[in-house]
T-cell receptor, first 113, second 111 residues
Framework: KQEVTQIPAALSVPEGENLVLNCSFT??????LQWFRQDPGKGLTSLLL?????REQTSGRLNASLDKSSGRSTLYIAASQPGDSATYLCASGLGGGADGLTFGKGTHLIIQP | SQTIHQWPATLVQPVGSPLSLECTVEGTSNPNLYWYRQAAGRGLQLLFY??????ISSEVPQNLSASRPQDRQFILSSKKLLLSDSGFYLCAWSTLAGELFFGEGSRLTVL
């Protein structure tokens, strides 16, 4: 059974810093890996999807990388802003993906103005 | 573009009462549909998924059931709620590439 771990559980940094969020998974036979953002009391917003054949994906100030052999993914946020404050979750899918994703517990990020 | 709607947004129910949460997806056909529950400190737990009308797979034994009466409608139900059913319930659909998109969630409090 896939297990997904996110470290750290919480992170607080000053505005403007570049930061890295970590995600590790136990089964390297993943179909894909997805990063989400969740604001308090809201649903999850998809940020980036990396297919198993890809190494990274970029969207604006966000860059996600995938290393299947080591069971790791990282989400890099450049030039952080207070609006980036949220909980960030990673999730991996096995097989064909129809049976959903396994989620980490998230990293609660606070960007200090 | 595709959208997903989920309701009600909040619900306070007594123990032993029934439950019905509804989710609909617009702008896509035959999506895979999912119900997740998010409990404090426990992360997201997959409850049910469906690959087509009337096809429901359950991930964990529980007091809940799901139904898919139409292609883009997914319903989460219970006949008698327990205190442990409290949580944040999220409906989602996925693309062929496996990318998951979520609704806004339903906050259930069982008293």
């Amino acid at each position: 059974k896939q297990e997904v771990t996110q470290i750290p559980a919480a992170l607080s940094v000053p505005e403007g810093e570049n930061l890295v969020l970590n995600c590790s998974f136990t089964d390297s036979a993943i179909y894909n890996l997805q990063w989400f953002r969740q604001d308090p009391g809201k649903g999850l917003t998809s940020l980036l999807l990396i297919q198993s054949s890809q190494r990274e994906q970029t969207s604006g100030r966000l860059n996600a990388s995938l290393d299947k052999s080591s069971g790791r993914s990282t989400l890099y946020i450049a030039a952080s802003q207070p609006g980036d404050s949220a909980t960030y979750l990673c999730a991996s899918g096995l097989g064909g993906g129809a049976d959903g994703l396994t989620f980490g517990k998230g990293t609660h990020l606070i960007i200090q103005p | 573009s595709q959208t997903i709607h989920q309701w009600p947004a909040t619900l306070v129910q007594p123990v032993g009462s029934p439950l019905s949460l509804e989710c609909t997806v617009e702008g896509t056909s035959n999506p895979n549909l999912y119900w997740y529950r998010q409990a404090a400190g426990r992360g997201l737990q997959l409850l049910f998924y469906s690959v087509g009308i009337g096809q429901i797979s359950s991930e964990v034994p529980q007091n809940l059931s799901a139904s898919r009466p139409q292609d883009r409608q997914f319903i989460l139900s219970s006949k008698k709620l327990l205190l442990s059913d409290s949580g944040f319930y999220l409906c989602a659909w996925s693309t062929l590439a496996g990318e998951l998109f979520f609704g806004e969630g339903s906050r259930l409090t069982v008293l």
